[in-house]
């Protein structure tokens, strides 16, 4: 194993996440990549077709929340960066539906394990709007390591 890819998000379980997959690319003396998805603009904001002669979406409100999206992540993995202190770790920011990114990303880079968390959903939340290691597991070549996130 040379190449381990961890994949967080925003969520405070993150730390527990990139730790883990750390620690493990660590062990293996693994070259190490965090990655964050940008998804779509249009689950950030407001993306409304005109009503009632209301046309509330913005196509410069998008441009702008996009560009504010990639410093914010820009920012997050600096930071992620910085807490590792390890001047060897990199970072990527991708953007797009998320289990697709992180899986293509992964095959672009070779990852040879693929590191992420799940947020144990409910079913119902699963059945109506999926989950991210979901998808991923079904779709992925490349072996997962799937850190466990419950709520307390």
């Known amino acids: 194993m040379k190449k381990v890819l ?35 603009v249009k689950y950030y904001g407001m993306e409304y077709p005109a009503f009632m002669g209301y ?13 504010e999206l990639q410093k914010v992540a820009e920012d997050f993995m600096e930071k ?11 970072t990527h920011i991708g953007q797009g539906d998320t289990a697709d990114t992180i899986l ?11 590191v992420l968390g799940t947020h144990s959903h409910s079913t119902l939340e699963k059945i109506f709007i999926g989950d991210v290691a979901s998808e991923i597991l079904k779709s992925s070549k490349t072996p997962l390591y799937i850190i466990p996130i419950r709520k307390e």
């Open 55 to 67: 046309t509330g979406y913005n196509m410069e409100m998008d441009i702008n929340m996009a560009a």
């Open 6 to 40: 961890i994949a967080v998000d925003y969520s405070p379980s993150s730390e527990k996440i990139a730790e883990a997959g750390y620690k493990l690319a660590k062990a293996m003396h693994a070259q190490v990549c965090i990655m964050h998805v940008i998804t779509e």
């Open 104 to 114: 293509n990303y992964a095959s672009e880079w070779k990852a040879d394990v693929l």
């Open 80 to 90: 992620t960066k910085e807490h590792f202190q390890d001047p060897e770790l990199s």
